[in-house]
């Protein structure tokens, strides 16, 4: 009775695997990633979200600068429905495209996603005069405004100096001290109650007489 008991549980099991391989083998490939969304987050950072494919176990997101053409994998196996992209390029739209993947292969393209990245300010400049310093740059395209700040030393603490809230607004006289100060500056973009910065400058040093 032993040995029935026995050889009816090893028929069982067979039974199960041969079973389970057989889904296994149903199994097609994945549905392409939908509601594929991205958003700038700061600086050269940008976040991506998507839904959840059917089947699908992990996925790949691939990046471009033109919508049609030029897309290169960036991330590979992603577990999650979201990835934070930390290498865009600034002053450019970034484009995103995902795929989901089993053991059954890949699935289709998701739907293109693109965001625009703001780029830091160029050519700043500070020009001494007595008593005070005028801060001028280059227009970001679609800033909202920029933000100076300024420090007595370059790798030191870096105070604000100053808010300006126009795209169009790229100059700032400031009354100072005598002595030597840096300063630097960053652009921003309105996104609900936070602002979102692009990077700062290099620094530029300027002394007050």
């Not at 577990?79 to 995103?96: I, L, P």
């Amino acid at each position: 009775p032993l040995k029935s008991e026995v050889d009816e549980a090893e028929q069982s099991l067979r039974a199960a695997i041969s079973g389970l391989v057989e889904v296994q083998n149903n199994i097609g490939k994945p549905a392409a990633p939908a509601n594929v969304k991205a958003s700038w987050s700061g600086a050269k950072t940008v976040k991506l979200t998507w839904n959840k494919s059917a089947d699908a176990v992990s996925y790949d997101v691939y990046r471009s600068n033109a919508k049609t053409k030029g897309y290169k994998k960036i991330a590979s196996d992603i577990r999650e429905m979201s990835y934070t992209d930390k290498k865009a390029t600034a002053g450019k739209n970034a484009y995103y495209k995902v795929i989901a993947k089993n053991s059954a292969g890949e699935s289709a393209y998701s739907n293109v996603a693109s965001v625009y990245i703001l780029k830091a300010p160029a050519k700043l400049k500070a020009k001494a005069t007595k008593g005070k310093v005028t801060i001028s740059f280059g227009k970001v395209s679609k800033a909202s405004g920029y933000e100076i700040y300024r420090s007595t030393k370059k790798n030191g603490k870096y105070k604000k100096a100053a808010t300006l809230k126009s795209q169009k607004t790229v100059k700032k006289t400031l009354k100072l001290k005598k002595g030597t100060y840096y300063f630097k500056v960053r652009a921003y973009k309105k996104a609900g109650k936070k602002p979102i910065y692009t990077d700062y400058t290099k620094p530029v040093k300027v002394k007050v007489k």
